[in-house]
């Protein structure tokens, strides 16, 4: 690609694609070979076209092109928890004691926390995401720091989109059972106090907001009473924002909901008023027929995270399923301490592969991964104005070069991005037209560096959970 960047430009020529992928569905998932023209920040012009005086232009020559991914559900908090022993071979409930609950102490200072972020941000960047939804849940009574406005702050300074889904817990669950006052419940009165303050300071209701908050209990059925779940909802839609939370990820949701409530966990949040199409969930890898059927019949979407529910056993979501039914399906990468390959690549790699293992090789497209991971995770942020390749869009692309290693010898040059996972070379990244990685580098950040303080945070980090 061409070098002559300017920074904080946003009116450019992308010339020469060889393949250019536009995240909609079917027959219009590609385009032949062509240009694309960027104006203000939005898609102004695609197909052959000439370079106009004092425009600047990228050559795109021997790259794909493709919509800037929709990470839907992500724990950036969780970037400097990668890897730990102790849960390494555990299931989701032992893995959520030895790991983020057990390890949230250390999280007591901004400049930590910061860097976590920091770190999770720059790793999904640099596979080409541009739009971030992080279920912060990393609240508690009296925190000496705003997470909600360190976020922001982060995703600022890399120029990406992003989507803070507010968490909260107001009981005490038995994994949480530890004096440390980090993860120590929050009033529900005080949540909302807090979450009304973040969404006059933050929330855009733009189509391509930059930023966005979200009303998020970390579980519906666990986190919170179920009486408090009701009123969340309605508190959530008296100020606009949309709603997600996590949901069946394992089989104990479905046999604690039934033992409990008498019946299914889409059954349970449904009789509280958390279905629609302003709430999507996190996993859904169990869910019985009737309870898909009620997904995609009241448009409640889904985070698909297959690379975190295979790397805690958790098992495979019925994704063919529902998007046959016309449901709303997404892709989550989720926390790196459950998911060390913290990208989008890896992400739709694994997608890919998880369901032609279960369904056959008929199961899902490459193109359809990237609908899922683009245009579909635009749909349930409701972000209508992002996600896809079309004039009038938001300029959020991604270029990836065919001379990496694993893309050399492939026929197929716009699968390469499904195909070929994280081995393959991200160039740049757009964001509203804005250059936020070039040749493969984040202006302004030094690797080296961030990894030399991640490296010392981890230290810091051990030796405070094991005083």
Not at 121 to 141: F, I, K, N, R
Not at 224 to 229: C, F, G, K, S
Not at 283 to 300: K, N
């Amino acid at each position: 690609m061409s070098k002559q960047f300017q920074l904080g430009m946003n009116d450019c020529l992308i010339l020469n694609a060889t393949a250019v992928l536009t995240g909609l569905p079917g027959d219009r998932a590609r385009l032949p070979q062509c240009d694309v023209r960027v104006r203000h920040g939005k898609i102004a012009a695609m197909g052959a076209l000439v370079p106009e005086p004092g425009e600047v232009v990228y050559d795109a020559t021997d790259c794909v092109l493709a919509p800037g991914w929709v990470n839907s559900h992500h724990h950036l908090f969780q970037s400097l928890l990668k890897g730990v022993p102790a849960g390494l071979n555990a299931r989701l409930a032992d893995w959520l004691a030895a790991v983020p609950v057990r390890h949230r102490r250390a999280f007591d200072h901004e400049a930590l926390f910061r860097l976590a972020v920091r770190v999770g941000l720059s790793e999904l960047l640099a596979s080409g995401c541009t739009t971030v939804a992080d279920h912060q849940y990393h609240h508690y009574p009296d925190m000496p720091f705003d997470p909600t406005a360190v976020v922001f702050d982060e995703a600022d300074k890399l120029g990406l989109r992003m989507v803070v889904c507010r968490g909260l817990a107001t009981q005490v669950r038995q994994i949480d059972a530890t004096p440390s006052p980090q993860i120590a419940p929050e009033p529900l009165d005080l949540f909302f106090r807090r979450v009304a303050d973040d969404a006059t300071r933050f929330n855009d209701t733009a189509p391509d907001a930059m930023r966005r908050v979200v009303v998020a209990p970390t579980t519906p059925n666990w986190s919170v009473r179920p009486d408090e779940l009701r009123e969340i909802a309605r508190f959530a839609r008296s100020l606009g924002l949309r709603m997600h939370s996590h949901l069946s990820e394992t089989a104990d949701y479905g046999r604690h909901t039934s033992e409990v409530y008498g019946c299914t966990p889409l059954a349970f949040v449904e009789r509280h008023e958390w279905v629609g199409p302003d709430v999507w969930f996190a996993h859904l890898v169990w869910m019985e027929e009737a309870e898909q059927r009620l997904l995609a019949q009241s448009g409640t979407g889904m985070a698909h995270c297959p690379q975190c529910n295979a790397r805690l056993g958790s098992g495979t979501a019925p994704v063919v399923e529902l998007l046959r039914l016309g449901g709303k399906v997404s892709l989550g990468v989720d926390g790196a301490a459950s998911n060390e390959a913290a990208d989008m690549l890896s992400e739709v790699h694994m997608a890919y592969m998880m369901h032609r293992l279960r369904h056959g090789p008929e199961a899902l497209s490459t193109d359809d991964v990237v609908h899922m991971a683009t245009a579909g995770g635009a749909d349930v942020l409701g972000l209508p104005g992002i996600g896809t390749l079309e004039i009038g869009q938001a300029a959020d692309l991604a270029s990836y070069r065919l001379d990496s290693a694993a893309a050399i010898g492939l026929h197929d040059p716009g699968s390469a991005p499904v195909l070929c996972g994280r081995a393959l070379q991200t160039d740049t990244v757009w964001v509203a037209g804005k250059p936020v990685l070039m040749g493969g580098e984040i202006p302004g950040l030094d690797r080296a560096q961030l990894a030399a303080h991640a490296r010392e945070a981890v230290q810091h980090i051990t030796q405070t959970v094991a005083g």
